[in-house]
């Protein structure tokens, strides 16, 4: 005979309308910011157990687990696809250069004339800059 888990006998008080709710919540949120939102329903509902909001929500019971735990240390965890992969900006790459022609940009850079916008026009074009002053690169 199976005895169901101790924690799982006292489910919180949700319609099912409310549980879909805060499925289709956690559908639309991706990475940290899902996991947040799932442990913070989980503490809100389910008294912090992730077993009870897998049974309740159908989340699963790692990444809440995993959620509660970036929530209690404040750091978060980043996946090997996210920290790992890709390549990286041009400016991470080139710190001095980009530094350097942000300098010469905000040389030439004037106001938007009505004042309406803050955009901020530039006068010249990059490949422009670069070929002015090839020394300050």
Do not use: N
């Not at 910011?33 to 989980?42: D, S």
């Not at 209690?72 to 920290?83: D, E, M, P, S, Y």
């Amino acid at each position: 005979m199976c005895m169901p888990h101790a924690t799982l006998q006292r489910r919180p008080s949700l319609s099912p309308s409310q549980i879909a709710d805060l499925r289709l919540a956690a559908s639309k949120m991706t990475g940290p910011q899902r996991r947040a939102f799932e442990a913070e329903m989980t503490l809100k509902y389910c008294g912090g157990t992730p077993l009870m909001a897998e049974a309740v929500f159908g989340w699963g019971r790692q990444t809440v687990a995993l959620g509660l735990a970036e929530r209690r240390t404040g750091i978060i965890c980043l996946g090997a696809q996210a920290a790992y992969s890709g390549r990286k900006r041009w400016e991470e790459q080139h710190p001095q250069a980009a530094q350097a022609l942000r300098q010469l940009a905000d040389a030439h850079a004037q106001q938007d004339p009505t004042f309406r916008t803050g955009c901020v026009f530039f006068a010249t074009t990059p490949p422009t800059l670069v070929f002015q002053s090839p020394s300050q690169l």
